[in-house]
Structures are given as C-alpha cells and as structure tokens.
Nanobody
C-alpha cells in the first residue's frame, strides 16, 4: 500500500513562514514528479509547485519568490518552504506524486494539511 503523508501545516500570521513536508511510504519502484497543490474554501484545487526526480521545478506565479519546493530522493520526501505568507495562501495543501507500482505509474494524493494565514 502506497501512502503520502503531509505535515507542517498550521496557523500563522501574514508575513510569517511555514515549512510543509510530504513523505512517501509503501511498496513502489520509483517516484517521478512530486508536487504541492492547494484548495481554498470554495475554490478549485490548484498547483503550487512541483519538482521532478532530477530536481526540475515548476512554481505557480502566485508563489514565485515566496515559496521554494525541494526534494530528498533518498528519503522519498518533498518540502515546501513558504515565506511571506498572505491570507490568500490559506487552504488545504495536498501532496501529489506519480509513483510506479508493479510497473504501472499512477497518481497518488495525500490527505492534506491545513494552512491558515491570518491578517
């Protein structure tokens, strides 16, 4: 059974920082792209940032200059360092990964971690 577990969410004041972590566990042969998505109240889930297995990153315009995604391949973990947080960053942050299990690549999601930024 493959599992993605996020941690690091919480309540922070505007201008503050948080660091999210997402670890993959279970039986899989490889992990390709991993990323962070967020979903605000009444909004669609949107990409925040992603990172390939080789370290290539893609960051949403709304997060550029403030958020940094990184990856530890040895521990199957990604991180999202969020600085200069704004109230509009509030939402549930989900980890997503493309993992190959028994020779079949599939998309997996974590259960999410809540980030609340107060003004």
């Amino acid at each position: 059974q493959v599992q993605l577990v996020e941690s690091g969410g919480g309540l922070v004041q505007a201008g503050g920082s948080l660091r999210l972590s997402c670890g993959a566990s279970g039986t899989f042969s490889s992990i390709a792209t991993m990323g962070w998505y967020r979903q605000g109240s009444g909004k669609q889930r949107e990409l925040v940032a992603s990172i390939s297995s080789s370290g290539f990153t893609n960051t949403a315009d709304s997060a550029k200059g403030r958020f940094t995604i990184s990856r530890d391949n040895a521990n199957n973990t990604i991180y999202l360092q969020m600085n200069s947080l704004k109230p509009e960053d509030t939402g549930v942050y989900y980890c997503r990964a493309v993992m190959t299990v028994y020779s079949t690549p599939n998309i997996y999601w974590g259960r999410g971690t809540q980030v609340t930024v107060s003004s």
